[in-house]
Structures are given as structure tokens and as C-alpha cells.
């Protein structure tokens, strides 16, 4: 039956064709990643340089700041701020795709009373503007002390992506065979058993793509990152925005150096999970 | 009664959180309590807020001031400027990405050789942070250094400032924002495409239809409302627009491309009127519920035409 709805083929004129729109529509990126390698006058020279002698000079000082005096170079912080952004978005993103497959089971297996409702006003929280509540967060975190610290920020983000979550999950419970679960707890399967035997396994691409999709908007959040993160989890967004004011004007060498590198772990989970990403997008919403 | 020993009642309190009738209410629990903490609890804080002349940066205790906030707001010339602009730059916006999203779609809707690859160069904007697209196309539409300007002016002798203009502004943001959701549409009709049943297609080569004709009676109804949910959700989001037009031209020239959002955040932390801009938030947030709901019936919709 899944053969019904495969797509056709197209030969190598299709991928040539790809090609050139894709180019296109990448250079704006390409640009930036070439800029990484530029020296300073380079990147902004005019007519603009498609080719040069490339320098890793801007990667270097993205690591390390050479003082003034010249020779002594001092470490800055940026390998701290690369591994909070991992380790934040990575976290609350699993966090929120866990707690939001247990409740996506629930609101598809053992309905409430006034179900509809719940989802209705956890997707609200998802849609409003983020700039509401940012107040209350703020207050919030420096009454609780959240604020500056890992917790906070994981539990916000967590939060953020967990509606997403559930509709997303819920979409790929709702679309499973009931008939197998029921054909499982005949035989004598727990709950548990029907649970994390029977249904997860099926829903694996979806989860995937869950993950992938919270992780694409939570890897660049930066408005709460800005007022809730302290020095010690500052994530590259906030540390990034911090180097554009400086008094010799945005060194735009060392900002691409600094894009290019937070764009290589996004990128490398996407085209990993491309498949996924695309099965999953296909299973939450197409019918069967 | 009989005294219970310590290890019975917990037993018997796990019993009562086991039994069936509880296992949803259990389930839900966690998310629910994540979401009030960090969702909920702030929102019906702002909404008290909205009722107060509450200021930030002032100690001094908030006066109640009733429904003061919601009308100052709402009579506010000013305030239905910027909802203007943000419809415009939102119905540009989301028409340019739908146009887009569709054509790409239907580049990558065969199999073809390095199609994961070529696929990735087209997903990319889509990983990239809003700082860095808004400092980058800002670089690109500068007039001295700028790679748009400089090639611009290669064609149209003179200075080219995009940014100068309103027009131009407005057109330098949605082209930014475009840009960068394109693919997000792509990836929805995608999904649509994938569903068309093939056995149709073989049966219109046969009956020879064009291929308008194709698109209109056997493709597009297929793709139909999941370029609804694409509209909404790429609408819903765009409404909210503000980092992109706060780097690339911070609401300019004058006011020109000063979005709600951006008047919002304007209010809050310019202004420091904290009360008046939780209440706008509270505007802006009755419209999203509008729209989301919108969504939701065309989502329902869509369940029951599939059924």
C-alpha cells in the first residue's frame, strides 16, 4: 500500500537543475561562510571578491583575543558559550519531546474530559507573543534566583517547545493501527509493554522529526537568552549580538567566523535526520 | 477504622495513582505542570499587570486603573499604523514564501540523484539564527559595501540605498524574512505532494489532461489545506515578527517598518509603559487566538475531508 504514494524519479537534469536554484538560494549563506575566511579588507571590498587568499585568522580570534600589547593572546570564553547552546537547546528539546510523547499518549488514548480545550490552551501558549510574558519571567526569575543559571533557562525552553511537541506526537499516536495495541494487550502486555513496545517503536521517524523541528527553533532563540542567561550560560546568539557593538564598527570577518561555526551542529542534525524530518512532516499530517 | 501501617498507605496511594481512569490526568501532569510554571503563571501575571500603571523602572506601588491601558492603546493613532504595517508586511511575506515554498516543492518532489544533499542548500536559511540573517542582509543592502547594492548598481547607474526609502525598507525586510521560511512552506507542501495517490496521475495520462488540468483537478485539491495550515502557521508567526526588523533598520526610515511587536518592545523597555504594553500584548494576543483558531478548523477540516 505505501507504494501508492511513492514519488516519481528524475534523472540527473532535475539534480542539475536543483543545483543551480539551490546555489541561488543558498548564497546569502555561501557569502557569509566565505566572509569567515576573508581578511578584513577583503570582506568588504568592493567589487566584492569571490576569490582570495582565504585566512583562518577570523576562526582563530573567535577562540582567542590578542590584546593590544600584541604578542600574548588570551582564550576567550566562546568554547563555554558553544557548549551551552548544545547543551540548553539539546536538553529542553529531549525534555520537551519526552514529557510532550507521554501527555500526546494521553490526550490520544485516555481522553479527558474537555480535551479539546487542554490542547487548545497549550497550543495558545505556543502562539502568543513571546514579549507578554517576558516581564513576569524576568521578575519571576530574579525572585527565584532561576535567572543566570542552567534551570531556569532549560525549564523556559523546555516549556517553549513542549505544545509543539504534543500536536506534533499526538498527530503520530492518532495515526497508529489501534488493532495492534489491542492485538498486544490480548496477549497479555502491560500498559508499559504496549507503550514503549508497541507504540514508540512506530512513531520513531515522528519523534525524530519532533526533535529536529524544536531544535531548529530553539538553537537560535535569543530574546529570553538575552535577559535570562548570566556569564556562565550566555548561549552564542547573546554572546554573538555582544561583539556587534564595537567602537571600530561590526567586524564582520569574525561574525561569520562565529555563524559559520554555530551553523555546523544544526546542520549536520538536519541532513542526519533529513529523512526523518521529511517522513515525519508527511506522517503528522497526511491521512491515511 | 484501622490504623494502617506507613508501607500499606503507600501502597495504597500508589494503587490510587495506577488505577486506569487516572492514567491520563497522570500522563498530562508533567507538561501541564511545566506549562503552568513557565506559561500560564506569567500570562495571568501580565494580565493583572494590564490593569495597573504599572512602570518598571519605578519603585513606587502601581495604581489600579481599571480599563485605562486597553483604551489609551486602542485610540492610539499610532498603534493602528503599526498594525497596518504589520499586516502588510505579513501579507507580502507569507504570499512570497507560499509562492516560493511551492515552486521549490515541486523541485524536490521526485527522486532524483543528490537530492538529500541539494535539499540541504535550500533548508539552511532556516537554521540560521535571526541575528546573524538581520546583520548579514543589512550588510548586504548597505550602499557603499553592500553585495545587493553593489549589484544593483551594475545595471542602474547610481546610488542604490535600499534601505533609504520606506518602499525599499519594507521590501529589504519581507525579502529577509521570505527568505529565510521559504523553506518551512516547502517542506508542508511536500508533505501534500507525497500524499497525492499515484494511480490518479496514471489515469490522467490516459485520459491525456494537460497538465493545468492535472494540477488543478487531481494535484492542487490534494495540497489544498495543507497550504492553509501553511498560511496560517507561517502567519501566525510572521505577526510576531521583531528581531529581523530590530537589527536590519530598527523600525525605519521614521517609522516605516515599525511593526506591533516592535512598538510593543518599544513600550516596554524605551518607554518603560509597562502596564500599556502588556495590554497591547494582550491585543495582539486575542488576534493570535483568533487566527490559531482559524487553524485549528482548518486542521478539523482537513481530518474529516481525509476520512
Not at chain 1, 184 to 199: E, K, L
Not at chain 1, 205 to 216: E, K, M, N, Q
Not at chain 1, 233 to 255: K, Q
Not at chain 2, 81 to 108: D, H, N, Y
Request: hydrophobic residues 55%; aromatic residues 16%.
Amino acid at each position: 500500500m505505501a507504494r501508492r504514494f511513492d514519488i516519481g524519479t528524475a534523472g540527473w537534469g532535475r539534480s542539475a537543475l536543483a543545483f543551480v536554484v539551490g546555489l541561488v538560494y543558498f548564497f546569502p549563506v555561501l557569502w557569509i561562510i566565505l566572509t569567515a575566511f576573508k581578511t578584513r579588507p577583503d570582506a568588504l571590498a568592493i567589487p566584492p571578491k569571490l576569490f582570495f587568499t582565504p585566512t583562518l585568522d577570523n576562526f582563530r580570534s573567535v577562540f582567542f583575543r590578542t590584546s593590544s600589547s600584541g604578542d600574548s593572546s588570551q582564550a576567550t570564553d566562546f568554547v563555554l558559550y558553544f557548549f551551552n547552546s548544545i547543551f540548553i537547546a539539546g536538553t529542553a528539546v529531549l525534555l520537551a519531546v519526552i514529557i510532550g510523547t507521554l501527555a500526546a499518549y494521553a490526550f490520544s488514548r485516555h481522553p479527558l474530559r474537555g480535551n479539546d480545550t487542554y490542547l487548545f490552551i497549550i497550543l495558545t501558549t505556543r502562539m502568543m507573543p513571546p514579549i507578554i510574558v517576558i516581564i513576569p519571567i524576568f521578575l519571576m526569575f530574579r525572585v527565584t534566583g532561576l535567572a543566570g543559571g542552567y534551570w531556569g533557562i532549560l525549564l523556559l525552553y523546555t516549556a517553549f517547545n513542549i505544545p509543539f511537541s504534543i500536536w506534533l506526537v499526538k498527530s503520530f499516536f492518532d495515526e497508529l493501527n489501534p488493532e495492534i495495541e489491542d492485538a498486544a494487550r490480548m496477549n497479555g502486555a502491560s500498559d508499559w509493554r504496549v507503550f514503549f513496545g508497541v507504540c514508540i517503536p512506530q512513531i520513531l521517524a515522528g519523534l525524530a522529526a519532533t526533535f529536529v523541528f524544536g531544535l531548529i527553533l530553539t538553537w537560535n532563540e535569543f530574546l529570553f537568552a538575552l535577559l535570562l542567561t548570566g556569564v556562565e550560560t550566555r548561549t552564542v546568539p547573546v554572546a554573538m549580538a555582544r561583539t556587534l557593538g564595537g567602537e571600530v564598527g561590526a567586524d564582520y570577518g569574525l561574525l561569520a567566523a562565529i555563524v559559520t561555526l554555530f551553523l555546523i551542529p544544526i546542520f549536520f542534525v538536519t541532513f542526519l535526520l533529513q529523512n526523518q524530518l521529511l517522513r515525519g512532516v508527511t506522517f503528522g499530517t497526511v491521512k491515511k | 477504622m484501622t490504623r494502617t501501617t506507613p508501607a500499606a498507605e503507600r501502597e495504597g496511594f500508589l494503587a490510587w495513582l495506577g488505577a486506569p481512569e487516572r492514567r491520563g490526568p497522570l500522563l498530562v501532569a508533567p507538561a501541564i505542570a511545566v506549562l503552568f510554571v513557565m506559561n500560564i503563571f506569567p500570562l495571568l501575571w501580565s494580565f493583572g499587570l494590564s490593569f495597573f500603571n504599572y512602570r518598571a523602572n519605578r519603585q513606587r506601588e502601581p495604581d489600579f486603573v481599571g480599563l485605562r491601558n486597553f483604551e489609551r492603546v486602542l485610540t492610539d493613532d499610532d498603534v493602528w499604523e503599526r498594525f497596518q504595517t504589520t499586516a502588510l508586511i505579513v501579507g507580502s511575506s507569507v504570499l512570497l514564501q507560499l509562492v516560493v515554498g511551492f515552486l521549490l516543492a515541486m523541485l524536490f518532489a521526485r527522486q532524483f540523484p543528490l537530492r538529500r544533499l541539494l535539499m540541504m542548500l535550500v533548508l539552511t536559511p532556516m537554521m540560521l539564527s535571526f541575528v546573524s540573517v538581520g546583520v548579514f542582509f543589512k550588510l548586504y543592502y548597505e550602499p557603499t559595501f553592500g553585495l545587493l547594492s553593489w549589484f544593483v548598481n551594475l545595471f542602474h547607474d547610481g546610488s542604490f540605498a535600499l534601505l533609504a526609502t520606506p518602499e525599499g525598507a519594507l521590501a529589504g525586510i519581507i525579502l529577509a524574512d521570505a527568505w529565510m521560511w521559504s523553506p518551512f512552506v516547502m517542506l508542508l507542501v511536500l508533505a501534500g505532494l507525497v500524499s497525492v495517490p499515484k494511480y490518479l496521475y496514471e489515469a490522467a495520462e490516459i485520459d491525456r489532461a494537460s497538465a493545468w488540468r492535472r494540477f488543478r483537478t487531481i494535484t492542487f485539491p490534494y495540497i489544498k489545506s495543507l497550504l492553509l495550515l501553511a498560511v496560517l502557521f507561517r502567519t501566525i508567526e510572521t505577526f510576531k515578527i521583531f528581531d529581523i526588523i530590530y537589527i536590519i533598520t530598527e523600525g525605519g526610515p521614521g517609522t516605516a517598518t515599525e511593526t506591533i511587536a516592535v512598538n510593543v518592545y518599544r513600550l516596554a523597555f524605551q518607554n518603560f509603559r509597562t502596564s500599556q504594553s502588556t495590554a497591547l500584548g494582550y491585543i495582539i494576543l486575542f488576534i493570535v487566538i483568533v487566527l490559531t483558531n482559524l487553524y485549528l478548523y482548518s486542521v478539523n477540516r482537513r481530518t474529516q475531508e481525509a476520512i
